[in-house]
């Protein structure tokens, strides 16, 4: 018997045409960006960044990879366009970093070229730094013809909360399933615009300008975070999603007067970086907006799992299910399945590696699924609950703590502005957690009957310290690591 | 330097989860199909499919493929389910074929296990023969966890206009990127519905299908063309797309009152297999009804071209512009690239190769691109036009005519039932056009005066036959060879 495998002659095309070329061919007059209610057409963005590109081309200095470093606006976006086509990779530097974290990242990289738009002068070990402003003039270039599925397109550093920033890459057919796995869930329509105030050297933001040049959609590019303009543009545009972090989502509908709700083609505001509270959630339902929570990271070139808003009133702490070309399993610490532990995906989303760390990314590997690390269950009806990092987790006489909880539970505390929880070793109980908490008016006392009334015994706070400083990522993510190094620093609060 | 590509550790995931069962996972009481106002959602398909897979699977001569002969109902559509739940490749038959058709395409393909909702008793020659209805019990199985990107699904034969035919083979893979390409040129929502009136047994329905498992959405399977029946569905349901030849579309129009409309969230009447003339096109923008002109064929699994119902106006004649997954290039008999020539394509849903055959698909191969041997152009906005098979065209003292456009100058003739058009030799010309015609008060002279007023004289058949039978493939294709050898036989019109 002829197998059918014999018979495949030809291994399906590993590469799509230059996607910008292919939508300045097919949608030349849609809209690509949209900045400040001025716009341009996918046809002008090829144009533009075919020029920019052979300035970039002509600087002396320029290996196959280029660091950036940008704000949400049309220059940076131009830049980013015009290093696609001239098949450069991007490695996206995270403008909040300090110079020395800065300086490693170009260095692990091997970047000779930076381009921005800020003025680093001399601090910056690299051989040549260009402002946009200052490029050369050159001839606009022939853009790539392909993008080859396995290129990597982008570079993104992790922000490590325990260990040294790990560059991860992107391919190019990380960002296609990713677009799809997005559209399949949240549909797609001509009429499309998705609004990106999330960082563009987030994987959040550039994420949106894959899709649009995927999709053939308008992108609404924000600069700066203001809650009244933005409502503006979301109540009289046509746009149609946004991607927001919590913190976003409330102050938006702080924001928002009562009887005011988003334009009627507004379909989705897509929350990732972690869990919003219920009162947040119910406000969004007042004002008929669908909030899509959402699960991903940088390895995995954003959302993997999201939550219907048709779903959010009966399961309002679940960040959904995973999006059709994603697989979920839990597994227990020896890799069996279990009904909580550490969330494995398997996703054609999936980053290559991390570069020139091959290793770390195959430590986290086993038979094609990635070990998130994270910690969480699938209910019944195939949910899925992510309940903190492996790492973060506290046992307490056998009982498991999740810091995220705890700081969940306290969110709504009068006078508590920030909370962060970790475990304590203990003798009688292995470990108990202990809070670092910032606030007007707090007490030990007050903060533990809080909790009691909130939380099973085990889980309230055996003492709760007065902050010092707050040990943040440059994304925001809690550094719990650095917190327990530093907690003989801290007095306890009366 | 390090290359980029030194770095990747983790090829990407070359295999999807089992779609229906993913279906069933994250959408499972969205409906998967309607037939007769029955609905069946995708937890309840999946159900039965798992059970007759136990039932196909206790059969004792299946091997890795099984060939299958339906129509577009519930049965069928389930038998394809449970094949694809075992990990079998279906190999469609045409019910319209001869025995003597069907018996060599059972033959070509290998295959022992034939399942049917017909009776061909003893005619047919395989090893078994099971009509659905008597299929044994067994228990319901475990279905297979992957749909792997590479894995030939569907075996379908080209009718074959001039040669034997060819087992087209389509991948998983071949199928996902069609219906992603599909996606994005015709948008997609959660309340999407897709009516299968075109044979499944077809690439034009069974990539329907394939839609259904991937976007969540909605088939509605009709077995009969009744364009009554159709209309009120379209009119009443809320059917968003429908795949239709141009003949179907014809009838559907014809079957409208003028002052009634499809439901006002039809987005697509999909238009494959040829062109249509400018009158019909006229009546459907009357009703409003998007058309959607469209190219493709079995070997690219369905549409790579297709035109946008915003440019019908201005592009009337064109099949649109290629899908964004889709390249598309003109070029010469020498392979150069040309204003005017062959059309060939370089798509990810490009066949692995056609059955046993692996040369036929290599000789059509040029450096990534198939030569589909349709011949054509891009204007200078990048609208591609097809003018007939490249074997067609007649070349007249140096004019290229095809016989398409010629057929299609004389679709408004009073009287005129039918006509194809062939090239004869010819002394003096080389070759002339000539046309054999059926219909009802014609005469050589009315059908020559017709012709001159539509047409480049050069254009217009020499002589015209009266028809005595009609050529043409199972699918409805002229088959202009047979016509050719038998023209002697036929007798000149007065």
Redesign the interface.
Known sequence: ?????D???????EK??NWLV?RA??TPNRVAVTMAHQDMTFAEVAQKANHIAGKISSLKDC???VALIMTNNVAGYLIIMALQQLGK?IVFINRRLSVDEINYQLSDA?VTLLLTDDDYTQALQIKQQIRFSDLPDGEPIIPVTAFP????TSVMYTSGTTSQPKGV?Q?Y??HFYSA?GS??NL????QDAWLAVVPIFHISGFSILMRSL???MRVVLVEKFDSQAINELLIHDGITTMSVVPVMLKQLLAALPDDVNYNSHFRAMLLGGGPTDLATLQKAQLHKLPVIQSYGMTETASQVVALDSADIVKKMQSVG??L??V?ITIRDQDGQPADQGNIWI???T???????K?QK??QN?HD?WFDTEDFGYLDED?FLYVQGRQGDMINSGGENIFPDEVESAYAKMPGLDDIVVIGVPDDVWGAVPVAIVSGTGLSSDSLRQFGREKLAHYKVPQSFYQAKYWHRTASGKVQRQQFKADLDALEILK
Not at 7 to 13: A, C, G, L, Q
Not at 187 to 190: E, F, I, K, V
């Open positions: 018997m002829t197998k059918w495998y018979n495949i002659v030809i291994k399906e095309v799509m045409e292919k061919q097919i290996n196959a990879r990779t091997g599925d396995d290129f990597v890459m391919t057919k990380n799809m559209a399949i549909g797609l329509s001509a995927i999709y053939g299910k995973p059709f070309p697989s398997k996703s054609p999936l980053t290559v590696g991390y570069l020139n091959p990314l195959l590997m094609g195939g």
